[in-house]
């Protein structure tokens, strides 16, 4: 049971505060409710341009790192396709810091033209090493644009092309900035060997008087139901052949979520899970294989992947698969292996919750999800799915009408 | 002073007053040692809210111990592949089924098995860990599978610039035949052959040389639950020393190799050979390192990232290894702007040795240093993963003072001396792989 109070100050800023007095550190987590769904299709990859440029200077303090590693802290910060955060760990005692940075660049940045030109640079060069300068780098683009024909979950959080980010422009920057960044969409999240009261007290100080901004209503185009098959060959420069395949499945916040998820522990997951057991080590077919999906707020994606064997047919592996769906899709699991996954799904969580970092990016997460006591909830949520659930679910999402494949082929061979 | 409104007086741009992290008392929380019946060493850390531990059985069985390419290696990542009693799947999924992870690794000089579980369910599981370092039984179609699987995963590392330019550069620095320099063919897998890994796996894990770790929220009774298990075992403590293997460098400094025509970046990599943390040197050229590209307020980093946007990322680092080791840059830039980022990373070079530090830039990453740490020391994972590295390397926690002092003293004059007997040029091996 993770203890947090809440309280939201008068411009909308929501703040949450978790005391844990066995760390001599602090955390401070800023989730900022904009992620790369909410880019216009043309300027894609900006969200994660923006994370970037956060760390260029805001209005009163020129340079944001030194003086936090002058407080003997640290940073870092990502981007999804569903939001942005930002998180520091800094010794208890110089929290004050944390407030003094995160407070002046929610007020606003300094927007310089220097910093918009280097980091476009930088996020390119990111984008080669990790989607250009890979083998099999550019699936998910691929996969992606097969699957969603509409939701902006169509580009990846990269963005679509290098154009894009490398035409992005100042006065983008600053739309984006007083669109997303204000109190009204952020949530606050202070944990570690701190009180409440003196959180309270800092937040009042240093961003009680930022402009409140305008809630942003999100208003995404919806994926319609898929009701056919998609397949999509490519041929490409790597080594081995490779399958993808994928079905849509619940978004974050459905009670059918946690029942995905749960297949996908039952197919892969380890050692002892169905794909593996018999298509990697009994068939020998595969040389490795995953099943797994996105956790994301929208209807998201179950998803299976693995490389071939040398010499095996690209058909002949997605029948053996195919096979293993008919399997979860006829009978209903054991009451070991459902015991199994949900073991799992428990250890898993107290392993995470063992940081004050994850339990504060947590606590923002679900805060941003519409109730951050649904970190509390989550186990139970699991622990109501039956093997019946698994059997009704399966059949559904494995429904041949709703698949996306992709042959991957090699080109040497 | 008159006492204003507060908000009037919210100078934004003044910082907060801190306390300086170099006044920060650090203490290593010493652990608890037992010996088992056999002799082997357990050093336990007893801490953290969450009913999670870890146990790590730590072998003397690394490559360092091997005779022919990839023994130690294979072994390890077979050790759950079957016993006479129980099939890969079985033991798979006995450790699933109470959500525990079972992981093996291998290093140069050890190679280990570390369990990560809920505090409840050990008594369940340390039967199998026995059971799998004194019964496994390496059965030739598990040996097929994975010579099979680990070849094509080699064949997409080999596709990867930073991947070659990775194994390229130990191999420069150490020798093809050096542990901490060889690496893996197609041709080292097909080779390996059962009844070799069978004899490797007797001598070096059945009756092998070993410590245990283990730190979370302890059991009352585990020195029993650990000594019913592994104390009666023919199990060794370790060596008191580990052989140390000539190293021999290449002769030829630079190189330019071209992996794939397609490729859009290169892999950056210089390299020199640098003695090990006995050596006077050491902890002020970690100092010096972190400085020059330790941390994300680098010089490296600042100019080349920061500055000039060659990369996503640069970084310097110090190996961690035990008897030699080597000091790296690495990167991965745009292919156009490989050379021109060499050439900033030897500018760099340049400053240290020639001006000194100022007083504001050392004072910043002695603090950061000393955060950096205090944070590191947080938990019972982390703690222990500190103290097995001072244990492994035959150090005492005065090793760990003795860093903390350097990093609070070390001068501007003492960092300009060490860039200017290390940080030169030509001592270093210098690898692009586009």
Redo the contacts between chains.
């Keep these: 049971m993770i203890q947090y109070e809440r309280f939201v100050l008068a411009n909308g800023l929501r703040v949450l505060v978790h005391e844990d007095t066995s760390t001599p550190m602090a955390v401070m987590n800023i989730m900022y409710d904009v992620g790369s769904r909410d880019e216009e299709p043309e300027r894609t990859g900006f969200a994660h341009l923006f994370e970037h440029l956060m760390f260029g200077g805001s209005i009163n303090i020129p340079q944001y790192d030194e003086p936090l590693q002058m407080a003997g802290g640290e940073n870092n910060a990502y981007t999804t396709n569903d939001l942005t955060n930002y998180y520091i760990t800094i010794p208890a005692d110089n929290l004050e810091t944390a407030f003094w940075l995160e407070s002046d660049r929610m007020l606003s940045l300094a927007f310089s033209e220097k910093s918009l030109d280097v980091q476009r640079k930088v996020v390119c060069e990111e984008f080669k090493e990790h989607y250009l300068n890979k083998p099999y780098g550019d699936v998910w683009h691929k996969l992606r644009e097969m699957i969603y024909q509409k939701h902006p979950y169509r580009w990846m959080t990269i963005g679509k092309e290098l154009s894009h980010i490398e035409n992005a422009k100042l006065e983008d920057v600053k739309k984006f900035f007083f669109k997303h960044y204000r109190p009204v969409n952020a949530i606050l999240v202070v944990a570690g060997n701190i009180t409440v009261a003196r959180v309270k007290e800092l937040a009042e100080k240093w961003f009680g008087d930022i402009p409140s901004g305008e809630k942003y209503e999100r208003n995404l185009p919806q994926e319609p139901r898929q009701t056919a098959p998609r397949r999509l060959e490519v041929k490409a420069n790597v080594p081995l052949d490779a399958f993808y395949k994928c079905w849509h499945i619940y978004s974050r916040l459905d009670q059918r979520y946690y029942t995905a998820d749960l297949i996908s522990e039952v197919l892969s997951g380890g050692g002892s899970s169905r794909l593996y057991q018999s298509l990697v080590k009994e068939k020998q077919l595969f040389s490795n294989i995953d099943c797994y999906h996105f956790g994301t707020v929208d209807k998201g994606l179950l998803c299976i992947d693995g490389k071939l064997v040398k010499g095996v047919k690209m058909e002949d592996a997605e029948k053996a698969v195919e096979e293993e769906l008919q399997k979860i899709k006829n009978e209903k699991v054991s009451e070991e292996e459902l015991q199994k996954v949900k073991n799992k799904t428990e250890s898993m969580m107290a392993f995470e919750d063992m940081s004050v970092m994850n339990r504060a990016n947590s606590l923002a997460f679900y805060e941003l999800l519409g109730d951050a006591n649904l970190m509390n909830t989550e186990l139970s949520k699991y622990q109501q799915v039956t093997a019946d659930d698994i059997l009704k679910e399966s059949r559904i999402i494995f429904d041949e009408a709703n698949s996306n494949t992709l042959y991957y082929y090699s080109s040497n061979n | 002073m008159i006492a204003t409104n ?2 009037t007086i ?1 100078d ?2 003044k ?5 300086d ?1 170099v006044e ?1 008392d650090l203490k290593l929380k010493p652990y608890e040692k037992f010996v088992l019946d056999n002799g082997v060493p357990v050093y336990n850390i007893n801490a ?5 531990m870890m146990v790590e059985l730590v072998f003397f069985a690394g490559n360092s111990y091997e005779q022919k390419n990839l023994v130690a290696a294979a072994v390890n990542a077979l050790l ?1 592949n079957g016993t006479t009693k129980k099939t ?2 079985q ?3 006995h450790f ?5 992870y079972l992981n093996r690794n291998c290093y140069n000089e050890t190679a280990t098995l570390t369990l ?3 505090s409840k369910h050990l008594p369940e599981l340390l039967p199998v860990m026995q059971e799998i370092i004194t019964d496994s039984i390496f059965p030739e179609e598990e040996i097929s ?1 994975f010579k ?2 680990s070849k ?2 080699l ?2 590392g ?4 930073d991947f070659v330019a990775g194994r390229l550069i130990d191999a420069y620095v150490y020798g093809e035949q050096h542990p901490y320099g060889k690496y893996s063919n197609a041709e080292d897998y097909d080779a390996l052959k059962r009844n070799e890994l069978v004899d490797f796996y007797k001598k070096y894990y059945s009756n092998g040389q070993c410590i245990l770790f283990c730190a979370g929220k302890l059991p009352p009774n585990l020195y029993q639950q650990l000594n019913d298990y592994f104390g009666k075992l023919p199990l060794q403590p370790p060596p008191a020393e580990t052989t140390s293997f000539i190293i021999t460098p290449a002769e030829q400094k630079k190189y330019r190799i071209s992996n ?1 025509p ?4 290169g892999a950056i990599r210089l390299a020199q050979p640098f003695p090990n943390r006995l050596h006077p040197d050491f902890l002020k050229c970690s100092m010096l390192n972190t400085l020059f590209g330790g ?3 680098s010089r490296l980093m600042s100019n080349i ?8 990322g640069i970084h310097s680092y110090i190996q961690n290894h035990v008897h030699q080791t080597a000091w790296l840059i690495s990167t ?3 292919k156009d702007v490989c050379e021109a980022t060499i050439e900033e990373v030897y500018k760099e070079m340049q400053l240290l040795r020639e001006d000194l530090v100022d007083e504001e830039e050392l ?3 002695r ?2 240093m ?3 740490i ?2 590191d020391l ?2 019972p ?1 982390q703690l222990i993963a500190r103290w097995k590295n001072i244990i492994l390397n035959n150090l005492d926690e005065t090793y760990f003072y003795k860093s903390i002092q350097n990093i609070k003293t070390v001068s501007a004059e003492q960092l300009r001396e060490m860039a200017n007997k290390y940080l030169l040029p030509e001592r270093f091996y210098e690898l692009v792989v586009i």
């Excluded at chain 2, 910082?15 to 306390?19: H, M, N, Q, R, T």
């Design positions: 507060k908000a919210l934004r741009t910082a907060p007053a801190i306390k992290a920060f953290g809210a969450e009913e999670v759950k890969a799947f033991i798979n999924n699933e089924y109470y959500g525990s990560h579980t809920l599978i099979q699987n094509q995963r064949a997409v080999l596709k990867k610039c794939d397609d490729g859009v970046q941390y994300f307020g990232r920061e500055e000039k946007g060659y990369t996503y991965e830039a745009g004072h910043l990453v603090n950061y000393m955060g950096l205090l944070g947080d938990g994972f």
